[in-house]
Each structure stands twice: as C-alpha cells, then as structure tokens.
C-alpha cells in the first residue's frame, strides 16, 4: 500500500514567501505492522549483522545484562531524504538500550547507530540475540515494514528570525484569536495553523526540520569540528496527534487513531519524539540527539 500525506491546507509560500528559501524535503517512513527482512528498511526486524561481528551491549551497569534492541535500518535506496554517510556507506542502523537512564549525560536513552557498506556483508549473522529483560516496554519496536514517501516541510515557528519570523508569528496569533472567539466547533477552529499543519511533518521521518517542542529552539553543533548539524532522523511516538489531523495519511481515515497513529509501538520519553544529528561536513562524526 502507498500511504499519501493530504495536501498542506493553503501555500504557506504564497502567504510568506521568504519562505521559500528555507523549504526542505523530509521522507516520512510511514511504518506499519509487518515481516520485515534484513533486506529491507524496517522498524523493530532483523538486521544485518554480519556473523563474524559482535552483537552490541550497553555500557552501563545492568540489573540484568543484555543485548542493544535492534530499532531500525534503513538503505539509501528506499529513503531519498537520508542524509550520507560515510563514505560508501548505503545501510543505517539504529540499536538502543531497553532501560532508561543510560544515555551519555546519566539520564535519557543510550543509543547507538552503525553506518554500513551492505554490499561488504559478506555472511549474515543465522540468528540475532534474543532480547533480555526490558525497563519500558514503549523501547520494543513491533516489526514494521516502511512505506516511504517525501513531503515538504518549513522550519519549526520559533528557529524563524527577523523580519518572516515576525510576520508568521503574528499570522499564527490571529489565527489562534479567531479560533478562541468564535468557538471550538466553529469553522475557525480548523483554520490551518503554521506549527501544527504547514511546517514540520510529525511521525518517523528522515531528513527535514527538526521540531523544538519540549526545550524550545535549539541548535546542535558537531562536538568534533564544532559545525552545525544536520537532522538525520526523527523517531516518533505518533504518526500524528491531536493538534495535526491534517498530516494522517488519506488511507488512515478511516482507521482507529490509536492503532495507526502508534504502529511501532515505541514510545519516546513523555511520547514525544527523538531528534538524532549528523555532521554534514564529515559523517563519520559522532551523532547529536535531542529528546522533544
């Protein structure tokens, strides 16, 4: 099946056009439940490890030791708005730790990602490690196949300066009053809003703006060369929420909100999303990550 994102609600360029000049395309994953193979890009299914390499573990002290979960792994190929890797490298894969607390600040999720060269892997691993105990269920994905398709997105409200910053804050406020006066189930109460329909696109995604829902506008410099970086990839709580209907895939109308809008089952902090950053200028840099 194609998952379709509905169109934007009006031009937001034609309102503003100095927009135009920060527009980005971003790859919404769309996952759902599904068999994934090491073939494919997923969410929550096997990877592919090659047999001869160890099967990551988290650092920290555990109660009861275990493996990194697998998270997901996406190829190039599938997805056109992820971000390069180090060189050659066409296969991304995502592993984090099932407990909480063990990210390198003390607190937040320990996560880990391994770029590689599929093509170099040579014998896959028969088998990967069976989980072990787990501190939140919301860090076991369900296995999910991804069904890819490109939007386009602006920046979050509050990363827009000057003089266009000014001007979509006040139309994002009048917007905001008509609604308040005229009452929740008036017609001004769906009018399109900036930060909810016409920016950043929620759910899985690579690629695109980052949204600063939780800290505020924030900014993410490569702790290697100090350049700013890039949004590599989104993991979400939700395909959508309340306050953005208008991103739920035309082929979602019609189904429950909570089974469609939570397909991987993960839950990130207070259901929010992870931001993880890539170094434009060199890749093989350390990433950044950002809980919102």
């Not at 997901?72 to 971000?83: G, H, I, K, T």
């Not at 991304?92 to 600040?105: I, K, M, S």
């Not at 590689?116 to 490690?129: C, D, K």
Request: with cysteine; charged share 20%.
């Amino acid at each position: 099946m194609t998952f379709t994102t509905p169109p934007r609600p009006l031009d937001v360029e034609a309102l503003f056009p100095g927009l135009a000049a920060h527009r980005a395309t971003a790859t919404r994953l769309h996952p759902r439940p599904g068999a994934p193979t090491t073939g494919d890009s997923h969410v929550g299914g096997p990877l592919l490890w090659p047999a001869d390499e160890p099967w990551p573990a988290c650092d920290e002290p555990h109660r009861h030791s275990g493996p990194l979960l697998p998270v997901a792994q996406l190829y190039s190929r599938d997805v056109p708005d992820l971000p390069a890797g180090p060189e050659g490298c066409d296969l991304l894969q995502v592993l984090w730790c099932p407990f909480d607390a063990h990210g390198p600040t003390g607190h937040g999720m320990h996560v880990r990602l391994r770029w590689r060269r599929s093509s170099e892997v040579r014998e896959p691993a028969a088998a990967q490690p069976e989980p072990g105990p787990v501190g939140f269920e919301g860090y076991v994905p369900s296995p999910c196949v991804l069904h890819p398709e490109r939007v386009t997105e602006y920046p979050y409200i509050e990363m827009l300066s000057g003089e266009l910053g000014e001007q979509v804050e006040e139309w994002e406020d009048a917007q905001e009053e008509a609604a308040y006066e005229n009452g929740d189930d008036s017609p001004a109460a769906a009018l399109p809003s900036y930060q909810s329909d016409l920016s950043v696109a929620p759910g899985w995604k690579a690629g695109g703006h980052a949204a600063w829902n939780v800290t505020g506008p924030g900014s993410m410099e490569c702790g290697s060369c100090g350049h700013g970086m890039a949004l590599l990839l989104t993991i979400d709580s939700y395909e959508w929420r309340a306050d953005g209907e208008s991103w739920r895939p035309a082929q979602d109308a019609d189904a429950s909100r909570h089974g469609s809008s939570s397909p991987t089952g993960v839950a990130v902090g207070n259901f929010g999303k992870l931001n993880v950053f890539t170094c434009p200028h060199n890749p093989a840099h350390p990433h950044g990550f950002s809980v919102q």
